[in-house]
């Protein structure tokens, strides 16, 4: 059974920076996509990136395109998420997720989720 657990959640000014890492164990991470999504109160889960088995295929809405930065280290079987120049309007609950299949934006192609990690930029 794949378990995943997100770290890193914190408090940042406007334009500071964090970094998530999502920590997989029952499994090998390199046999899975990673994605990472967020979701506000009251509204639906968002893409926010996912990377390919070896890292070779990544992909970013376009709201955090040159700001965040998805990344792996198969070999601690761990997925990351560096964020830089961080907005008010990225606060959210980040998940991390992972899949066999496709690198997607989808929610819904994803088989296992983490916790989610809780991300919170004052202005």
């Known amino acids: 059974q794949v378990h995943l657990v997100e770290s890193g959640a914190g408090l940042v000014q406007t334009g500071g920076s964090l970094r998530l890492s999502c920590a997989m164990s029952g499994r090998t991470l390199s046999m899975y996509v990673m994605g990472w999504f967020r979701q506000v109160p009251g509204k639906e889960r968002e893409f926010v990136a996912s990377?390919?088995?070896?890292?070779?295929?990544?992909d970013y809405t376009a709201s955090v395109k040159g700001r965040f930065t998805i990344y792996r280290d198969n070999a601690k079987n761990t997925a990351y998420l560096q964020m830089n120049s961080l907005k008010a309007e990225d606060t959210a609950v980040y998940y991390c997720a992972a899949n066999r299949g496709i690198l997607s934006s989808d929610e819904s192609d994803y088989d296992y989720w983490g916790q989610g990690t809780q991300v919170t930029v004052s202005s």
């Open positions: 990377i390919s088995w070896g890292g070779g295929t990544i």
